[in-house]
């Protein structure tokens, strides 16, 4: 399984199927960041999330967000660690718009 992806790359990902974004910004950080239609969105922040385990499934695959993708890529080998299934988005939220306006 690869463990990171780029933006394109989650694009074409999200395009073919729904998908399961964990969202770990903390919530005065949740602008105006909108996922492709269809994709699950859970909103966890970060600094919560070690408390909030039970909350996710580990028979999903998740991919994680954070605003510049450096603390998803932390917390990635984290939740791996605990058994989850999760994939870093490269370049998080500023990454993702940055694309979306290109």
């Not at 999200?14 to 903390?26: G, N, Q, S, T």
């Not at 994709?39 to 922040?45: A, F, G, L």
């Not at 998740?62 to 605003?67: D, G, H, I, K, S």
């Amino acid at each position: 399984m690869n463990y990171s992806v780029t933006t394109k790359e989650f694009m074409m990902l999200a395009a073919k199927e729904p998908l399961d974004v964990l969202d770990l910004r903390d919530p005065d950080l949740n602008d105006s960041f909108e996922l492709v239609e269809g994709s699950n969105v859970t909103r966890i922040p970060l600094t919560q999330l070690p408390n909030r385990l039970s909350q996710l499934d580990k028979g999903k695959t998740y991919y994680l967000f954070t605003q510049f993708g450096g603390r998803s890529k932390t917390m990635a080998q984290f939740l791996r660690n605990e058994g989850y299934q999760v994939v870093n988005v490269i370049g998080g939220t500023s990454a993702y718009k940055q694309y979306l306006a290109s």
